[in-house]
């Protein structure tokens, strides 16, 4: 059944719309928010979802909105933010490379950035803001390290997903000897900060991501078209007049801020950019990179499992990389095996 349509503006545009794309980026931003609205009134002082919405808009008593307003919504804002930012970075690099397996967990940029925040860590017992810092240097020094590395009169997939699976390999030992070498009390907070976490998120993290994504995630959707031009092969691309090393660099520039960002603000919770593009390109049955449904997907994906690390061990709570990294290794078993069955691994 089709499902693409034509939409003419007033001025004699004609912009073509999937609908089942279009669909499944509305159902998915309404899970998001239900989940958002469920997770702000969990905890140990329950609220019901109505009361949740009232105090959002203005109408709570002065308990309900500072519990609302100052201790759950920037937790989680943070988390819709991180699992858009890494959503969205996952399904620009599985484009790039062309491969379901060349996700910034795969590529070692999480590693990366857990690199930067250990050192600050272990090195100089810096502060959060230092170690957010760190963590936002790491990741964008193994980008441009991979990028580097990969890069032979153009990159390509698979080249780029294997320099970043050796980079990851390297950095990891790098992030295991610094765990060597710090103290007791730094070393657990490395470990806590390393399993990827919400617990104790701000507005302090709130507005720089969202400052970023306001300007990256436009800058991403007007680049869109080139992308999908350029999965027919760099040659076509060119025909079709995509510039495709400007486009590339800039969208793995982006890519790697998304990434970089959001593990700076919540650590390097696993697998949610690997998983969202996928998941996503199952629901839209759409080809090409279906960057703003896997934007929402990663947003749903994360507050979901937040809630899942809160509510669903009985008196156990858990950080949510727990939770992510469980689910995400288990698909990532399940791709490894669908892929080797089409014979493209």
């Not at 499902?3 to 089942?20: I, Y």
């Not at 669909?23 to 309404?30: E, K, S, W, Y």
Request: charged share 15%; glycine share 12%.
């Amino acid at each position: 059944m089709r499902t693409n349509r034509a939409v003419r503006t007033p001025g004699g545009l004609s912009v073509r719309v999937d609908v089942r794309a279009l669909a499944v980026v509305v159902l998915l931003l309404l899970a998001a928010l239900a989940a958002s609205v469920v997770l702000i009134g969990t905890g140990d002082f329950p609220i019901p979802a109505a009361d949740v919405l009232k105090t959002l808009f203005g109408e709570g008593d002065a308990g309900q909105e500072f519990i609302v307003t100052e201790l759950r919504l920037p937790r989680v804002l943070v988390g819709l933010l991180v699992g858009a930012s890494l959503g969205l970075g996952g399904a620009l690099f599985q484009a790039i490379s062309r491969n379901p397996l060349g996700s910034p967990d795969v590529l070692g940029l999480g590693q990366g950035a857990t690199a930067g925040a250990l050192t600050v860590i272990v090195l100089m017992s810096g502060s959060a803001t230092e170690v957010t810092v760190g963590a936002l240097v790491g990741g964008l020094a193994t980008g441009a390290g991979i990028y580097l590395l990969a890069w032979k009169q153009g990159v390509h997939g698979y080249r780029l997903v294997l320099v970043g699976i050796g980079v990851s390999a390297i950095v990891t030992a790098v992030n295991g000897y610094l765990l060597t070498k710090a103290d007791l009390v730094d070393a657990t907070r490395a470990v806590v900060w390393m399993t990827g976490s919400l617990n104790g998120r701000d507005w302090s993290q709130v507005w720089p991501l969202l400052a970023l994504c306001a300007v990256l995630v436009p800058l991403v959707l007007a680049n869109a078209r080139g992308l999908r031009m350029m999965e027919m092969g760099d040659d076509v691309s060119y025909a079709l007049g995509v510039r495709v090393e400007r486009v590339r660099m800039l969208l793995m520039v982006a890519a790697v801020l998304l990434t970089a960002a959001a593990t700076a603000a919540a650590g390097p919770v696993s697998f949610v950019a690997l998983t969202a593009p996928q998941l996503a390109r199952r629901l839209t049955r759409s080809p090409g990179p279906n960057l703003l449904p896997s934007l929402c997907m990663g947003a749903a994906l994360l507050v979901t499992a937040d809630w899942a690390s809160q509510r669903a061990f009985g008196a156990d709570q858990l950080p949510v990389g727990v939770v992510t990294g469980v689910l995400g290794g288990v698909y990532l078993l399940w791709l490894l095996v669908a892929e080797r069955r089409a014979g493209r691994i």
